[in-house]
Structure formats: C-alpha cells, structure tokens
C-alpha cells in the first residue's frame, strides 16, 4: 500500500490536485480550524474515568505482541489496525475498568506482600528458578520504570484480577449435575439393525454417452481442477544467524562492563518476617487505637526472654500469606515494600524486632533476621556473560542495519528482490510450487508467508511483500517466482472419473427408492427379521452400545444416538442413509441412562472441577455485562 502512495505522489498530476484540495479546505473552514485539535484524548469513558489513548495503545501493543507471539497465529501487523480488532481490544480495556471501579466501591485492596510473590514468580526476574534482585534492577532500569512504579502496575493487574478469580472460584458443579451428564454421556442403547447395500448397477445405468460426460464436465468444472500454485523467491533475515564480528577485546569488554556495572551490583537485602494487625480501608480513629493497641501487646510477646516469632505469627498474623510461614517473607531490597515498611528496616540492626509500624495494610511488627551488603561482581566473573551479549548485541544490530536497509529498498522499489541482494550481500532462495493450504516443509509452511504469497499486493501486483515478521529479530520478504492458476484438468483425464461418478448418481438415486419402499413396510408393521430376509440380508443385534463404540459405522451411530425414545413396548424406527448408497433399517428398542456410580471418584472430581470452571466463566460474563448496563460508558472510535 505505501509503493501505492509513493506511486501516486510521483504523478504531477495527483500533486497539483492534492494542492487544490488543501487550498479548498482553507478557504472553506478557516485556517484556525484546520490546525486546532481538540483537547480530548480520551477513547472512552467509564463512570467518569478516562481511558487515555496511550491505555488503549499500550493494550493493543499487549494484545499484538501476544497473538504475533502465539504459535500457529495468521494474523498480520496490518490486522491490527481493523476496527474490528481494536473494537475487541477496546472492550477488553473498557471491562478491566469497570472491574477496578467495582473493586474501588468494595474497598478491595492488594497488600504489598502479595505484589512482591508476584513479581518474584516471573520467570524473567529468576535466576536458576530464584527471583534476582539485580536482575530485576537491570530490567527495571531498561524499561525506564521505578520499582514504586511498576509495583503499581502489577497492583492494578492484580486488582482487576481478584474479582473474576473470586467470581469464578465461587462457582461449584454439584454431584446432582454431574450425575446427570454422566447420566446422558454414557448413556447405552439397544437396537437392532439391517444393512441395505445398494442394488448393483444395470446394463442401462453402466451405459454414459459422451455427451452425458461433456455435460457433467461442463456443469461439475470446479471439482476436476488442478489447485492455483506458486512458488516465491526469499530473502530470509535472521538475527541468530548473522554473521557479527563485535570487538571482545579485554578494553571494549571492559568498557562495556564499567558503563553497566550497575548490573553487576547486588543491592542490600533484608531478610524478614513479620506479623500484620489488619486494618480496613478507610479505619476509624477508634479502629486504628484497637489495631496499636494489639500490635503493642504482640510486640512486647515477641520481644520476650525465649519468644517464637514465628510462632507468634502463626497465631495473630493477619497475612495470610505468610503466617503459614511464621511471617515470612524472604530477602527483600528496596523497591520491594513500602516507604514506611523500608524507612524502618534502614533504622534496625540485625535481630531486632522493630515497635509496630504503620503502612496501608496496617501495624507490621517487623523482624529483620539477617541482612546482607552490597556486592560487585568482579570483571572477571562476568567476562563470559560480556562476550555472550556483546555477540549478541551485534547480531541484532546487525539485523536492525540490514533489516532497515532492505525495508527501505523493497518499499522504494518492491518490482525485484535483486537489487537489495546485490548491494546488501544478502542470498535470494527459492521455494517449490505450493498451494494455498501450504508447504509440508521449509519457509512456505509458515502460514503467514502463504498469506503473504496470495495476496494481491504480491500475486497480482507483482510486488515484493511487505516484511513478514516471524518472530524475535526474523523476518522474511517474498517476490513471486512462478504462478500456476487453477485451471480445469482435460476431460479426455477426468472422463473416467465422471463416468463412474453418472453410475454412482443412477445407483443412489435407485438404492434410495429401493430403502424408501422397504422403510414404508416396517412402518407399516412388518417385521425385520422378514425384510432382511427379503432383502437377502441378516438382522445385526447391539446390545449396551455406547457412544463411543469403534465397532459400528459413526454415520449409523450419530444416528441412533439422535432417534427419539421408543414408548413404553414400544420401538424407534429409521432409516440411516450411509456411503455410496448403502442404508441402515434400523429399530430403536431401548435407551439406558448411565450409571454414575461407575465413574471413579476421582474422575467425578475433575469432572465437578472443569463444570465449575465453565460455570464461572459464564457467572463472569454475566457480572461483566450486568456492570456495562449499569455503567454509564461513552466511546470515541476516531480517536483509536
């Protein structure tokens, strides 16, 4: 699209014409008007808060980098800017919205203990599966956050949280609807059944004239055509594989090292257990006294001759996340707890129990058990990490240069992959003829490069395809190197073909009047023994068949699985068309409910846990759209 526009742009014509129009828009709406913008940037409202561009950008960014991240996804860079797309984003940013506003109104709050757990769960933060505090600096400092900053992103992650995962973990499938759908899933049924093959076909039936053949040619070309295929020529950039000679001299090495040796530095850390005397969101005068007053008594125990803090915490602890763990709550550094809880723990020495200190939980009674200095990593330590990311570091640049650079050309002129080969030193490869559906192998099996290949801009425009983005610091651009249409295969190759699909028409045709006749008489009182007898054929008895019986044709199984129940002494009747002709008579004589009791418990269990799960998520969509009427929601979609 963007050669369209340059193509266009370098037509006089277009230029002088897109002059006219401006100077038009000046004369018709002023040219104060057409430089003003409004002050708002909002793209929706809920109950008064705003939804800024840049929460909207963020989650669409989020929501890209998921999908484009996702094995098997087909969807593109430009699919993200579909309104559609963005109307699902939208919606989504609009519901974690309406769910931190209702946590506000509850008064939910997320303690900072609970923050730091999930912040140590990261896999990108652990080091040999342990959380590193220098390693989350460093993340920390790349992303141009604050400690108190990010703390404060993941606290409203998981306040939008609290309220589904308690929704739904308040869902519960009962015993009495399992029974039932174990009642119903292995439910069993006796019936009895007679297999009608189709009548063989006559010297009249065998015989087609050319004629019938061109006319079922003609009328039937689509199912007697070769596939469109294409075969396409790659450039293949690849940050992994390129190759990078990056200096790892001692000096640049040691260069690096002394610019980033913030990196290298572990912070001070405090290991720490405590006892938390809750207070509620908004406490009382007469409610924080209580609060002290407890958090006092308990200080004193703890400071006691031969006391058990952990067992203290045990006992009056109002964490519940760690008071299972004695207060608990492993090394911390600074960032990790709150400025009240920080401030005290830079004032005490190792093994001292501090007086109850007071933070938005509410009193902690800290024990600060050991405490560690700050260290640095020698160079010599992490020489090896050095040369391990300067490599690497190279390479993607490397890539980034490159990468721009055939961007630039392909998008300046996309009528050949050649030029940006020869003047990038970059190697042109080629693929076999593939289809739609794809390539078993190699780059063609990637379902973005087959979407790439029969799109307009690069199958019918000739155009080089705009990078293909195949993950991490890899991309692919692809030119068209063959085209096979789809084209109707010669009659003189399909002829047999037709003549046997005519026989098959005329035999079908002929075994379903046939099964129609015989079906009429069990309708109408005969017995089936005697029409498989007539019909040269034996009656077939099941007895207890489940749904999932390998023994029986699945078309006659779905079948008799969908028939009514017979009366009481009574039976089912049908008729089961089958492949190519063939029929099933069929008599439905009972139908068995499925005995609950010989599932074993265990089994029950997960089965009680995955309706609860499905059972949640609907109470979820319901809370979720009870709050979208009740909210008051403005949206501005030009703005997205």
């Known amino acids: 699209m963007l050669q369209s526009i340059r193509n266009l742009f370098k037509s006089w014509i277009a230029i002088t014409i897109f002059g006219v129009l401006v100077v038009v828009a000046f004369l018709f709406f002023g040219i104060e008007g057409y430089f003003s913008q409004s002050n708002a940037t909002w793209v929706a409202k809920v109950d008064g808060h705003e939804i800024s561009q840049q929460d909207f950008t963020n989650a669409l960014n989020n929501y890209r980098q998921q999908q484009l991240n996702t094995p098997g996804n087909t969807m593109e860079p430009a699919d993200f800017e579909k309104p559609e797309v963005k109307q699902m984003v939208l919606k989504q940013v609009i519901n974690r919205q309406l769910l931190l506003n209702l946590g506000d109104k509850l008064g939910i709050k997320v303690p900072d203990a609970v923050v730091r757990e999930q912040i140590a769960s990261y896999p990108v933060f652990q080091v040999n599966g342990k959380f590193d505090s220098s390693v989350y600096l460093a993340w920390l400092a790349q992303q141009g956050k604050s400690a108190e900053q990010f703390q404060g992103e993941i606290r409203s992650d998981l306040a939008t949280q609290q309220l589904p995962q308690a929704v739904v973990s308040t869902a519960f499938g009962t015993q009495a609807e399992a029974d039932a759908f174990l009642r119903l899933q292995l439910q069993t049924r006796d019936f009895s059944y007679v297999e009608l093959p189709p009548p063989a076909p006559t010297a009249a039936e065998n015989a087609v004239t050319d004629a019938e053949v061109a006319d079922y040619y003609k009328q039937h070309q689509k199912d007697f055509m070769t596939p469109e295929q294409v075969s396409v020529n790659y450039i293949d950039l690849d940050a992994a594989t390129m190759n990078a000679e990056p200096d790892l001299s001692d000096k640049a090495l040691q260069a690096r090292y002394d610019k980033e040796k913030a990196r290298f530095v572990s912070p001070p850390q405090w290991q720490v257990s405590h006892i938390l005397i809750k207070l509620p969101a908004k406490p009382t005068d007469a409610e924080k006294q209580a609060a002290l007053a407890k958090a006092d008594k308990i200080d004193a125990l703890a400071k006691a001759p031969g006391a058990d803090f952990a067992k203290l915490a045990e006992e009056y602890s109002d964490d519940l996340g760690s008071k299972r763990q004695g207060g608990d709550l492993g090394w911390l550094q600074k960032g990790d707890a709150g400025p009240e809880f920080q401030a005290a723990l830079d004032k005490m020495q190792k093994g001292e129990i501090s007086a109850p200190v007071l933070t938005s939980d509410g009193y902690h009674i800290i024990d600060l058990r050991d405490l560690r200095t700050g260290a640095t990593q020698t160079f010599a330590e992490v020489r090896p990490q050095l040369v391990e990311e300067a490599t690497k570091d190279a390479r993607q640049d490397h890539y980034r240069d490159i990468g721009g650079k055939l961007t630039d050309m392909i998008y300046n002129d996309p009528t050949s992959l050649k030029p940006p080969a020869q003047k990038l030193g970059l190697t042109i490869e080629t693929t076999p003829l593939f289809g739609r559906e794809g390539a078993k192998t190699g780059i063609a099996a990637n379902p973005k490069v087959v979407k790439a290949a029969f799109s307009d801009i690069v199958l019918q425009q000739g155009n080089t395809s705009d990078p293909i983005d195949l993950g991490t610091d890899h991309m692919v651009v692809i030119h ?102 063939h029929y099933a008579l069929v008599v439905l004589s009972a139908v068995k409910p499925g005995d609950a009791s010989k599932v074993p418990e265990q089994a029950q269990g997960f089965l009680r846990e995955q309706m609860a799960r499905a059972f949640g998520a609907a109470d979820l969509d319901g809370l979720l759209e009870a709050l979208r009427k009740g909210a008051k929601i403005e949206t501005a979609p030009e703005r997205m």
Do not use: C, M, W, Y
């Not at 026989?503 to 009429?520: C, M, N, Y």
């Not at 069990?522 to 498989?532: N, R, Y």
């Not at 029986?552 to 009481?568: S, Y």
């Open 480 to 581: 068209v190197d063959k085209h096979v249409p789809a084209a109707p295969k010669p009659l003189a190759e399909v002829s047999d073909q037709i003549k046997q699909d005519i026989v098959q028409q005329r035999v079908d045709a002929d075994a379903k009047k046939a099964a129609d006749a015989v079906f009429a008489k069990l309708q109408g009182g005969e017995k089936l023994d005697a029409l498989a007898s007539a019909a040269g054929q034996q009656v077939q008895q099941k007895t207890d068949a489940t749904r999932n019986e390998t023994a029986l044709d699945p078309a006659l199984l779905e079948a008799v699985f969908k028939l009514a129940h017979p009366a009481k002494d009574g039976v089912t009747p049908a008729l089961v068309p089958l492949a190519k002709g």
